[in-house]
């Protein structure tokens, strides 16, 4: 039986960060910050699409915690990143269990229209809502860490430290809760619901609490982003920020809970390097890559290292 070293290798890449990031420039430390950030929705995603169900409306929770971020600075002058990201998870994870009551009784294509229609309602009223800068958005405080500032050379390092560690808390909860029996319910629902609803088991209730898990992980790295950015805006609630997710999640895979932060650095140094060379088509760039991924592995970027260990 095949020992599962999920644990060793987030803890081993956690390690590996902290010790080597002072060493990595600062656009590097950026797009890694970013890179965890995505790959906190993409975990949620992830959840999601292992019991068949996809959601074209994360973008819903990632604006909700970027907004809640951003308000704790400007309007009740919290900066410390770890609250933000708490209060953003927690106000994502609330909205996530309201409308969780509606959206797990669809499947389908009409659970994956109902959520975009949900987050563009939001995006709707961001863009009216001149209180918080319209289209335009706001600027949000700089970030503190326990309540200290640090010095402005290791602003990004503190920053990526932090969202590797609440990365790898994340991980490693999902990683536990996917061996528990709700957990393990999600690719029995997606094969057969029904046989699942025969066995006892309420498939409505496990699919609403995977969403409410999947809200919440959306609105932690929507809060983290918005602090490693400095900005936010209406368009972090647009489809187009629900679809960035989506291919990050294809991309990677969804054979481990590891594989959602390997595809959002892949994404991000992707998109830097296509936009850096040809800022007028980075998107073909980005749709010929999802292409051949989906012709030569389908599973996912993930697929490769299930391989090799099963060859090992």
Not at 294 to 309: C, D, Q
Request: with cysteine; net charge positive.
């Amino acid at each position: 039986m095949r020992r599962d070293r999920t644990v060793a290798v987030i803890g081993t890449a956690f390690v590996a960060l902290a010790a080597g990031g002072p060493w990595l420039p600062q656009w590097a430390m950026f797009i890694a910050t970013v890179a965890f950030a995505r790959g906190l929705v993409a975990l949620g995603l992830v959840l999601l699409l292992r019991a068949g169900l996809i959601s074209f409306g994360q973008a819903l929770f990632y604006c909700l915690g970027a907004y809640t971020a951003g308000a704790l600075g400007r309007f009740y002058g919290v900066s410390d990143i770890f609250i933000e990201m708490l209060v953003g998870g927690a106000v994502a994870a609330l909205v996530a269990f309201i409308i969780g009551f509606l959206l797990a009784r669809y499947r389908g294509i009409f659970f994956g229209l109902l959520s975009l229609a949900l987050s563009m309602i939001l995006y709707g009223l961001l863009v009216k809502t001149e209180a918080l800068g319209s289209t335009d958005g706001f600027n949000i405080a700089p970030s503190t860490l326990f309540g200290v500032r640090p010095p402005p050379e290791w602003v990004r390092y503190s920053v990526l430290v932090s969202a590797a560690a609440v990365a790898a808390a994340a991980a490693l909860i999902v990683h536990r809760y996917l061996q528990t029996p709700l957990g393990r319910l999600a690719p029995a629902i997606k094969d057969n619901e029904i046989r699942v609803e025969y066995m006892g088991a309420s498939a409505r209730k496990a699919v609403h609490v995977k969403y409410v898990i999947a809200g919440a992980l959306a609105g932690v790295g929507g809060a983290l982003a918005a602090t490693a950015v400095g900005h936010i805006d209406p368009d972090m609630a647009y489809w187009t920020t629900s679809g960035e997710f989506i291919f990050i999640t294809i991309l990677a895979g969804t054979g481990s809970v590891v594989a959602p932060f390997v595809g959002a650095l892949i994404y991000g140094s992707i998109h830097t390097l296509a936009y850096g060379l040809s800022p007028n088509t980075w998107q073909m760039s980005l749709g010929l890559a999802l292409l051949v991924l989906i012709v030569f592995l389908p599973e996912g970027l993930w697929s490769l290292a299930t391989r090799h260990a099963r060859r090992t």
